[in-house]
């Protein structure tokens, strides 16, 4: 059964091991995605209540009163398809949004995904240090 929480407190690094950030060249540590979790403003989690396993999660790192920039969203593999990934981003959006400004970027694909939930498309510029994490 998949309980969604929103206390990042309430897990811990062990239940992060294995599966997240697909796709990644340097995927953070569970140490470190723990630790990213915490210090967002919101973090909403799906969890499998009989494992305690985080399934996963949407964040939204904190821009101040008017804006808000979300960052991660990933529901691992097995999990996929059941509602879930869209359940986390209106619970998001329940918490922050009526901001001025909620952004994100993701791949093409994914438009639609965002779309249903009531995103607009557009451009965006960014800056990565994809190998920071492995420094
Ligand atoms: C994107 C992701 C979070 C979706 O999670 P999910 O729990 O499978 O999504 P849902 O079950 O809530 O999907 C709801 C709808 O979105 C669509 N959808 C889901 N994933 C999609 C994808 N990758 N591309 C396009 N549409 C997608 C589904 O087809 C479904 O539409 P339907 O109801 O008309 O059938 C998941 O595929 C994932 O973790 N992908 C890898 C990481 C990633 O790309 N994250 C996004 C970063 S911006």
Not at 6 to 22: Q, T
Not at 31 to 49: F, P, Q, Y
Not at 51 to 80: K, N, S
Not at 86 to 104: T, W
Request: aromatic fraction near 8%; charge should be negative.
């Amino acid at each position: 059964m998949i309980e969604y929480r929103e206390d990042p407190g309430v897990i811990s690094a062990e239940k992060l091991v294995g599966g997240f950030f697909e796709g990644w060249p340097f995927p953070p540590s569970p140490e470190l995605h723990l630790a990213h979790l915490r210090s967002a403003e919101v973090a909403v989690l799906a969890v499998n209540a009989e494992t305690e396993h985080g399934r996963r999660i949407r964040d939204a790192i904190g821009g101040g009163a008017l804006t808000c920039f979300t960052p991660l969203l990933e529901v691992l593999p097995e999990y996929r398809g059941r509602g879930i990934g869209q359940e986390l981003v209106r619970r998001l959006l329940a918490r922050i949004g009526d901001r001025y400004s909620i952004d994100l970027v993701c791949d093409p694909g994914l438009v639609p995904f965002y779309e249903c939930l009531g995103g607009v498309p557009g451009t965006a510029m960014m800056w990565r240090n994809r190998d920071a994490v492995a420094r």
